[in-house]
């Protein structure tokens, strides 16, 4: 995902870590679906059958989100001048969901669907109060010192600290 080209298999074997005949045959069963194409041989690259996998949560979105969330975030980015940002949680990223672009011609641009670690920036921290106890031990555990926008370096303890503050308060 991360490559926006192609890459070569034997670049999947090494980041994957896998024997190559096991790329070879998830590879095979990937394309088979759709999900990845060949674009010259030995390097593959996602796959247009992926739109598809989307199109049920982009329902869900229109559906159930869309409604209850567009009039406040309009209204924020119209008032505060701002882009406004829908985040939610995908795994241990966090995904943006939604945008309300600033009326201001100099604005944060952000691509509904990109995830972001949840420790990445705002858009992801916002999430770290409320996650269940166990995802964020697994959020927790990728290092043991965090640095902050600030260029702070805040610990694990310091920052379990501040997120237990925010959840008292009921806000970030």
């Known amino acids: 995902r991360e490559e926006a080209g192609a890459v070569s298999t034997a670049e999947l074997v ?24 060949r674009d010259s041989p030995g390097r593959v690259r996602l796959g247009f059958g992926l739109l598809d996998l989307g199109t049920p949560v982009n329902s869900r979105i229109e559906e159930e989100i869309a409604p209850v969330s567009q009039a406040v975030m309009r209204s924020l980015s119209r008032e505060l001048k701002q882009t406004s940002l829908l985040t939610m ?11 309300v672009e600033s009326p201001s011609p100099l604005r944060l641009s952000f691509t509904p669907g990109r995830l972001v670690p949840l420790l990445g920036g705002a858009s992801g921290r916002v999430l770290l109060p409320w996650l269940p106890a166990r995802t964020l031990r ?4 990728q290092r043991s010192t965090w640095q902050l926008s600030t260029c702070l370096e805040v610990t694990i303890e310091e920052l379990l600290a501040s997120l237990l503050e925010v959840r008292k308060a009921g806000y970030l």
């Open 14 to 37: 090494s980041a994957l870590k896998l024997p190559q005949a096991n790329v070879y045959r998830l590879l095979q069963t990937l394309e088979n679906a759709g999900l990845v194409d």
């Open 89 to 99: 949680r995908a795994g241990l990223s966090a995904v943006c969901v939604q945008t």
């Open 138 to 141: 697994h959020v927790l555990a």
